[in-house]
């Protein structure tokens, strides 16, 4: 009797097999870490064909879009699993009219902590020139100090949103850099932020808010984006915005990239609008080999300083722990037990 399949989807790491080892004489697995992009229709049936004959997929959390068109075209499919508590990318609904059981994991995973220590990596190693310094170091052989770094005491961290991660941020930069924080989202008050403040240990009036938009991105010599993406805040960062920024300032996205409206963001970096931006997320992900991202000299011929990374935000050893819980499940599915943390 042939082994059932299964399909494990975007693991840029390869880290997955060795938690599924001890499964491998019960299903057949297949590892396909390149991710397809179903907005395009030439990659859209590619993926149909790359799945067809599956009956078990996992997904690594929101990577793969799973559809109901993509998902009615799969009629082997009989397990979905996937990371974390919730995965917005997969047609739940459709699932469940076809008794295909989708579940993820109890762990959330690596969460806040992780990418507040990512955006700090961004803000620290964009203001010290880090990597500009590196490259210059090991490809000309008498480089010494061409840049100066930007000191962050007594400048103005600008968080827009101010949740869980955007006051973690501000945190840091007050009693770690001696920073301002201001912050600004759409339905933001002083009594909100002050609210915030006390949560993360400080006095009412660390948090600033300033409910002018304009205004806000005028005032902050760093810019730190944490906004929930939606319909409504696809492009809340744009033109306006970028032209309001200090010559010197920089920006930070670690939270996703359509927050930022990417053709304003390259026409403000390829003339020097601001001094840099540092991007962990991008409008498609992952990031094209022709996009022009990658293909500039940044920060040479007055281009602003550009430091880019790949989604690693919420990418840290803890996701480790997701693979073994998945094992465990599927391990129970196949042994005919009842599966933990349905969606």
């Known amino acids: 009797m042939a082994l059932p399949k299964l399909a494990i989807l975007d693991d840029y790491q390869g880290i997955a097999g060795p938690h599924f080892a001890h499964l491998e004489n019960r299903v057949a697995i297949t590892h396909f ?57 997969i047609d739940t609904a459709y699932c469940a009219e076809r008794g295909i059981p989708v579940a993820g994991t109890e762990t959330r995973g690596p969460g806040v902590h992780s990418t507040v220590q990512h955006t700090w990596a961004l803000i620290l190693a964009l203001a010290r020139h880090v990597a500009r310094d590196d490259a ?6 008498d480089y010494w100090q061409g840049s100066l770094g930007m000191t962050l005491s007594g400048k103005t961290l600008g968080l ?45 009036g660390s948090f600033v808010c300033v409910e002018d938009k304009q205004e806000f991105f005028a005032r902050a010599d760093v810019v730190s984006v944490h906004y929930v993406l939606s319909e409504r805040s696809r492009g809340v960062v744009g033109t ?55 293909g500039r000299q940044w920060g040479t011929d007055g281009r602003s300083e550009v430091l880019l990374t790949p989604h690693m935000g919420y990418g840290d050893e803890q996701i480790h722990g997701w693979y073994d819980e998945v094992a465990a499940n599927l391990q129970r599915w196949l042994d005919g037990e009842d599966l933990k943390t349905l969606l």
């Open 33 to 89: 870490p390149q991710t397809l992009d179903p907005r395009n229709a030439a990659q859209q049936s590619e993926l149909v064909n790359r799945l067809r004959d599956y009956e078990i997929i996992l997904a690594m959390r929101e990577r793969t879009p799973l559809s109901r068109e993509t998902l009615s075209q799969l009629p082997n499919l009989k397990l979905l699993l996937t990371t974390g508590t919730r995965n917005r990318a």
């Open 136 to 141: 210059a170091l090991k490809s000309d052989r």
């Open 160 to 204: 827009v949103g101010l949740g869980k991660l955007g006051s973690a941020v501000g945190r840091i930069a007050i009693v770690a850099f001696g920073m301002k924080v201001i912050a600004w989202s759409a339905n933001l008050t002083q009594e909100k932020a002050d609210e915030q403040a006390e949560a993360a240990g400080l006095e009412k």
């Open 240 to 294: 306006p915005e970028l032209r309001r920024m200090k010559k010197h300032a920089l920006l930070v996205n670690t939270s996703r990239g359509p927050l930022i409206d990417q053709a304003a963001l390259l026409d403000c970096v390829e003339h020097g609008g601001i001094g840099g931006v540092a991007l962990d997320v991008f409008e498609t992900e992952p990031l094209p080999a022709d996009s022009v991202w990658r």
